[in-house]
C-alpha cells in the first residue's frame, strides 16, 4: 500500500484549516503558500472574493530558504498590506505546520505594522490562551 503523497497530505490539511479561517473586508486572510523555490502571501477578503495586495519572491532573485529571510519577506507583505488599508489579518497557514519559515513571515508581518486576529486583547496566561494546550481543557 503506497503511503500519501505530501502535497495530498498538505491539501487535506489546508481544508480542515479552511473550515475555520475567514477573510472579511475588516479582517481579510493572509494566504501563506511555499512553493519548492518561492514564497507567496495575499491577503484576501472572502466575503467579495478579492485579493487586496499580494506579495511573492518571484521578481526577487535571491529566493531565500531562511528564517531570516522569510522574516523580512514578513516585513515587506506587512508594509504592502498597510499600503493596502489592511491593518488586521487572521492567517491562514495553507496546511503548513506553524513553525519555521512561516512562523518567521508572520513575525515579519507583525513588525511591519499588521495586527493579528484578537490576540492583543487576550491577556498572556489567561485560560483562553492555553485553551488546547493541556489535557484540562474539554
Do not use: C, W
Not at 44 to 59: R, W
Not at 97 to 109: D, E, P, W
Amino acid at each position: 500500500m503506497k503511503l500519501k503523497d505530501r502535497k495530498i497530505s498538505r491539501a487535506e490539511r489546508h481544508r480542515r484549516v479552511r473550515k475555520h479561517v475567514f477573510g472579511t473586508s475588516v479582517r481579510p486572510r493572509m494566504a501563506v503558500m511555499f512553493s519548492s523555490r518561492h514564497i507567496y502571501v495575499q491577503f484576501i477578503n472572502d466575503e467579495s472574493g478579492v485579493t487586496l495586495a499580494s506579495v511573492s519572491t518571484l521578481k526577487d532573485s535571491s529566493g531565500g530558504r531562511t528564517a531570516a529571510f522569510a522574516r523580512e519577506f514578513g516585513k515587506r507583505a506587512g508594509e504592502v498590506a498597510l499600503q493596502a488599508g489592511v491593518k488586521d489579518v487572521v492567517v491562514d497557514r495553507g496546511g503548513f505546520r506553524f513553525h519555521g519559515r512561516l512562523k518567521a513571515i508572520v513575525q515579519g508581518v507583525l513588525e511591519g505594522g499588521v495586527t493579528i486576529g484578537d490576540t492583543e486583547k487576550i491577556p498572556v496566561g489567561s485560560p483562553e490562551m492555553n485553551a488546547g494546550q493541556d489535557g484540562d481543557n474539554k
